[in-house]
């Protein structure tokens, strides 16, 4: 047997900071089709990429590691933004080849991590598909979902969209299915 440290591992009382990094992604593309039978949505689309939520359990931290980052430290902490989004989206549903379709946000991030709230990428491109009345499927545990109420309330109203949100908690009572489905019900007509 061996110890083998983690270079990536961050304790309480680590000396270094841990502060936040953004970085700025120039695709020129930003919808990427589906092809995985068992996923209902045909393209994903993704204005960040890593999560300052830093979910240990997360399936995205791993596709950090495309960008050279690490799935540990690095997703949570080095931040892509795509500042271009809400535009390539646009150009994507305008243009002629585009066979409409059921857009997630998003696969690889929370759409409404912490920086969305300055940023406002998420809401830009809900303002596109809602003005192209393009169905879309938000993911999200983050109640800045609600600030956005008016642009879903208007893909709503062509059954085009479907918000789904976690609930994280350590209550063990609040983690009953009933409890938790009563609780959705209840946000869904709280706005805060
Ligand atoms: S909020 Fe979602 S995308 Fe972000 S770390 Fe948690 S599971 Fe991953």
């Known amino acids: 047997m061996h110890l083998e440290t983690d270079e990536d591992a961050w304790v309480d009382d680590d000396p270094r900071p841990l502060r936040t990094v953004f970085l ?7 919808l990427v089709a589906n092809e995985a039978d068992d996923l209902s949505f045909d393209y994903g689309l993704n204005p960040y ?8 359990y997360c399936y995205a931290r791993t596709y950090h590691e495309y960008l050279g980052f690490s799935a540990g430290l690095d997703f949570e902490s080095k931040i892509v933004v795509k500042p271009d989004a809400p535009a390539l ?7 002629g080849s585009y066979k409409p379709g ?12 912490p920086i969305e709230r300055k940023l406002m990428l998420t809401r830009a491109c809900l303002e596109v598909l809602a003005r192209f009345r393009n169905p879309v499927v938000v993911i999200t545990k983050n109640a800045l979902v609600c600030r956005d ?35 959705a019900l209840s946000l869904e007509f709280t706005r805060p």
């Open 89 to 95: 989206l646009e150009r994507a549903l305008a243009n």
């Open 49 to 56: 990429r890593g999560c300052e939520h830093g979910c240990a």
């Open 102 to 113: 059921t857009i997630s946000l998003s696969g690889v991030t929370d759409c409404y991590q």
């Open 24 to 30: 700025r992604d120039d695709s020129q593309s930003i």
């Open 149 to 183: 109420l008016d642009h879903l309330a208007e893909l709503a109203r062509h059954q085009a969209v479907a918000v789904y949100l976690s609930v994280t908690t350590m209550d063990p009572d609040h983690c009953r299915p009933t409890d938790l489905a009563r609780r």
